[in-house]
Structure formats: structure tokens, C-alpha cells
């Protein structure tokens, strides 16, 4: 794995273009939450602009058959999906919903529960390896797959809970089992995994694990340290 600093508006350029097999990114959701660098405060038209600016650049290093899941909070979740697919224009593959047990309480209205991803590829030749990311069968069938069923696209993963080891100091650190269902899915050992946000090192970590290359870009250079 390979961390380096700085903005991802700025490095993603010198990537060759092509060379990317799978990106996985959890930008700032613009919900005004200092993360250290003032990156996730942005009004709503130049938040769109950035998604926009980065996304252009990042599908760039993307090859033909390569995919790109996306984190994002309710508020740009649709933007973002038009912006995948109309611009940029996309293949749809799933939005996903990352159900978790645990979230904040709310006296009006009702809790949230999920973060979305949405999940692209550039073409219907992209990897993925159902069989790779299969899990046990619920319910009894006549003609049940013995090595496990298809996830679906509700996903359900604890929050990494401030008591767990793996827990670090990022605000919005993502559980390893999470990444890992998309890099074994949408990926091969040997790939080239990218993190533009690369924030506590998640995904970089996952791929080290399950020998894939991995790439990560982060800003903040207290979070560049404790990846490393």
C-alpha cells in the first residue's frame, strides 16, 4: 500500500491514464464537520463542482473495465448519481445501502440508519466475483447455490465503535468487512485498488490483506501518518 499527501484535485492528474482497476471513495459529504483541512463545508453548487472536478480526473486513471463505488450522504446521493451516469456516462450497477445497527437518535422524523454507495463501472465487461463475496442462504430453495447467495444491496456492517482495537482517531473510519465485500468483488489479486479520500486507511489496509495494490491519496497530514 501507498499513501501520499495532499489535495486529490492535484495528484489525481499525474496518474497514468488507464492504470486504475477499482476506486473507492468516501469524499467529504458537505455536512459542515470540521475534518481538519476545512474540505467539508462547502456550499451546495461548489460542492458539485468538486464532485464534478474530481470525479472527471479520477475516471481518467480508470480502465475500460474498471469499477467505482461512491459514499454520500443523503443531502448529494442524487446529484451524484446523475452526474455518474448522465455525465460521466456510467454504468449503473447498485446502490448499495449500508445498513448499521447503531446511529444517531432523532425525536422528529426517523433515525437514520444507512449510508449509501453507489456502485458504476465503465463498461458491462467489469470484474466481479460473485462467488467471492457470497453469503450463507436465509432460507431453504429446491434449487439453493450450495456455495452461498448473491449479498444483495443492503449491506449490513457495525459502525467501528470507539472501544473496538481497530478503532483510530478519523471521524468517519469505515469497517474493514465493508471494503472488503467491494475490493474482493470488484477486483483481482494484483489489481490496482485507488482511495482518493484516503482518510484512516480503510481501504489501503483491506487491499494489503487480500494482495491487492492500493493507492491512497489523503489531505490531512495527521491522518497521512497514522495510515502509515
Sequence with gaps: PKVQPGDCLELLPTLT?????????????NLGKDYGNGSDSRDRNEYLDFSR???????????????????MGFRYISHLYLLLEEEFSLKFNGWIAWHYTQGMGRK?????RHDDILFFSKSDECTFNL????????????RNNMRGANPGDVWEFSHVHYCQESRTSHPTQ???????RMVLASSNPGDLVL???????????????LGR????????????????
Design 17 to 29: 491514464p488507464q492504470a486504475v482497476d477499482l476506486i473507492v471513495a468516501d469524499p467529504p459529504y
Design 53 to 71: 472536478q474530481w470525479l472527471s480526473v479520477a475516471l481518467q486513471s480508470l480502465k475500460p473495465t474498471g469499477s467505482i463505488y461512491v459514499f
Design 108 to 112: 422528529k422524523g426517523f433515525s437514520p
Design 131 to 142: 462467488d467471492s463475496v457470497r453469503v450463507p442462504q436465509k432460507y431453504y430453495r429446491s
Design 174 to 180: 469505515k469497517p474493514e468487512g465493508l471494503l472488503e
Design 195 to 209: 482511495d482518493p479520500f484516503a482518510g484512516s486507511g480503510t481501504t489501503l489496509r483491506v487491499c494489503q490483506q
Design 213 to 228: 495494490r492500493s493507492l491512497g491519496f489523503e489531505l490531512n497530514p495527521e491522518y497521512v501518518e497514522l495510515i502509515r
